[in-house]
């Protein structure tokens, strides 16, 4: 059955959805769909709390800190939603030494973090030699985990990067149409990415990726075909983000996904997921300042991903504006986070938090 939206809505009623949910059925793209066309109500609480007692099941209490480090903002490619896209010349773009990303690591793990995730844009510069020497210099100095978000590379490089001891790769695919894929990034391709995405799995990497809610031309069909998705690849990292406009792309003007239909989609994604990492986005809480990551630890999400980034680079990195947390020291941001997991009752994790699932 069709709406006027043309969202493809399932016979079943929400209630009849949610109690598939509760007897742990899995429910089909309509079912999906139809669960995240659900406005405020008591049918929309309901997915909430189902979705937060899946977490406390399969995740427990703990919430893992990643420490955030944004090392390059200098990119090769024009993502059209991207604020450090290649042809946005108002950008001052930065890059950190080796030396200066390995000491940052180091204040990491003194600060108690476990994990490191590597952000960059598509940065030539890092040749494979200069990745596998950060990577060997931090697992040297310092007792981390390594995650790498730096976007596509040859599949050599991930094993180069593997086998240095990187332990985890995050690579969004950001949506699942094609045709919206095409629209929004005219340098990549989305066989590539599922590709990546593979290939990284067989290389032995606990693999991250995600979405972004709302972007121009998304549909709630289309959303329901992401969570399809994440099931489907069996990720082990899954994050979440609202679109938020950014004015130096082609997709200026264009309206903000908001904070409801992305607790939707966090929401489901845990149900559908099971026991996948789940985080509590820096996107989201930029659009809910005050309560946007307690929140989303209450319906899904178990990681949170302060900021470490040295201050003077942090203000570059604004792949869409008005991010929050760009002052504040990275203690100070530790300290703030640390106080909001506790405030929803839950526990700062002191291990790696590495994947729960095991891969046949
Ligand atoms: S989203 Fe990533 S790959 Fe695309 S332009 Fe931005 S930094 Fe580059």
């Known amino acids: 059955m069709f709406t006027e939206r043309g969202v493809w809505l399932s016979m079943s009623t929400p209630v009849e959805l949610l109690a598939r949910i ?23 609480e309901r997915l909430f709390a ?25 990119c090769r490619k024009n993502c059209a939603y991207c604020g450090i896209r290649l042809d946005n010349r108002k950008v001052r773009r930065y890059r950190m030494e080796i030396g200066e ?26 040749t494979a030699d200069r990745m596998v020497e950060l990577i060997r210099g931090i697992k040297k100095s310092a007792d981390l985990a390594i995650t790498l978000s730096i976007g596509e590379r040859p599949k050599d490089e991930y094993r180069r990067f593997f086998e240095a001891g990187a332990d985890r790769y995050l690579l969004r695919f950001e949506t699942s149409s094609r045709a919206l894929y095409a629209r929004l990034h005219p340098d990549s391709s989305y066989d590539l990415r599922m590709l990546s995405l593979a290939r990284l799995r067989e290389i032995g990497y606990q693999v991250g990726s995600g979405v972004m809610i ?23 990292m899954v994050g979440i983000g609202p679109y938020i406009c950014h004015p130096d792309t082609p997709l200026a003007g264009s ?3 908001t904070a409801g239909m992305t607790f939707k989609m966090l929401a489901l994604t845990r149900i559908v997921t099971g026991d996948a990492h789940i985080p509590a986005t820096t996107a989201l809480a930029t659009l809910r300042p005050d309560d946007g990551r307690e929140r989303a630890l209450r319906l899904g999400a178990n990681v949170i991903m302060p900021n470490l980034t040295p201050q003077q680079y942090r203000q570059h990195y604004l792949l869409y504006p008005g991010k929050i947390c760009l002052q504040e020291s990275s203690d100070r941001c530790t300290e703030c986070v640390s106080g909001r997991v506790q405030s929803v009752g839950r526990v700062v994790s002191r291990g790696y938090g590495h994947s729960l699932k095991l891969h046949g």
């Open 50 to 74: 189902l979705a937060d007692g899946i977490r406390k099941r399969s995740v427990g209490e703990e919430v893992h800190l990643r420490g955030l480090i944004e090392f390059s903002n200098h």
């Open 101 to 126: 990303i390995v000491g940052t690591a180091v204040t990491a793990a003194g600060l108690g973090y476990r994990t490191v995730v590597l952000q960059s844009g598509e940065d030539a510069y890092y």
């Open 214 to 236: 709302g972007l121009p031309g998304q549909t709630i069909d289309d959303l329901a075909m992401d969570l399809m998705q994440f099931k489907e690849l069996d990720l082990d």
């Open 255 to 257: 309206p903000d996904g």
């Open 22 to 44: 509760e007897r742990g059925e899995d429910l089909d793209a309509a079912g999906l769909a139809t669960l995240l066309s659900l406005e405020e109500g008591a049918d929309l």
